[in-house]
């Protein structure tokens, strides 16, 4: 079974930084594409970032673009997104998403969520 | 990239079919067979429901159905059951090769 655990998020300050972590395992993580998803409490879902089986190819929503960083430890089965330069607007819960199935990059299987409150 | 567009609210009665819409454009929707819907309720993680327009991962429901014309997707659910009361939102991929979903769809069981 699929089993991804966010940790990392709580409260900073605007233009400080945070380090979220998720933890996978139930499957071949080195094999799947990752996505990190935010979403402000009551509002929309917001993909933020991917990155592919070997961490070889990130892409990135225009609104993080040069201020957050996707990364993993394949070795860890741990997926990672540092913000940097943190906004009241990116006040969120972050989800960690794993890839439908191998060698694809859209959208499956979700992690409950930490959430990042930015104070200003 | 703007988030594509679903109705805000859609209701129907147990029993009943309804359909829910989500346009985007020919960098989306329009442009690939790259669309998945997620049912997510309230305080819960979403869902995955369907995924390429029209494939239904194991264990979800065949009430649950998804097609797509030009720039538009579609899921519609059939057998209304009071469970399916949740937010729906759509995902597409797109040709800056990011992600963008919906605007979210509440449905409501009457």
């Known amino acids: 079974e699929v089993h991804l655990v966010e940790s990392g998020g709580g409260l900073v300050q605007r233009g400080g930084s945070l380090r979220l972590s998720c933890a996978a395992s139930?499957?071949?993580?080195?094999?799947?594409?990752m996505h990190w998803v935010r979403q402000v409490p009551g509002k929309g879902l917001v993909w933020v970032s991917r990155?592919?089986?070997?961490?070889?190819?990130?892409t990135y929503a225009d609104s993080v673009k040069g201020r957050f960083t996707i990364s993993r430890d394949n070795a860890q089965n741990t997926l990672y997104l540092q913000m940097n330069s943190l906004r009241a607007e990116d006040t969120a819960v972050y989800y960690c998403?794993?890839?439908?199935?191998?060698?694809?990059?859209?959208?499956?299987?979700w992690g409950q969520g930490t959430l990042v409150t930015v104070s200003s | 990239q703007s988030a594509l567009t679903q109705p805000a609210s859609v209701s129907g009665s147990p029993g009943q079919w309804i359909t829910i819409s989500c346009t985007g454009t020919?960098?989306?929707?329009?442009?690939?067979?790259?669309v998945s819907w997620y049912q997510q309720h309230p305080g819960k993680a979403p869902k995955l429901m369907i995924y390429?327009?029209?494939n239904r991962p194991s264990g979800v429901s065949n009430r649950f159905s998804g097609s797509k014309s030009a720039n538009t997707a579609s899921l519609t659910i059939s057998g209304l059951q009071a469970e399916d009361e949740a937010d729906y939102y759509c995902?597409?991929?797109?040709?800056?090769?990011?992600?963008?979903f919906g605007t979210g769809t509440k449905v409501t069981v009457l």
């Open positions: 998403v794993r890839a439908i199935e191998y060698g694809s990059s859209r959208l499956g299987y």
């Open positions: 139930g499957f071949t993580f080195t094999t799947y594409w």
């Open positions: 990155i592919d089986e070997t961490g070889s190819i990130t």
């Open positions: 020919n960098s989306d929707i329009g442009g690939y067979n790259y």
């Open positions: 390429d327009v029209t």
């Open positions: 995902c597409s991929y797109t040709s800056s090769t990011t992600y963008v």
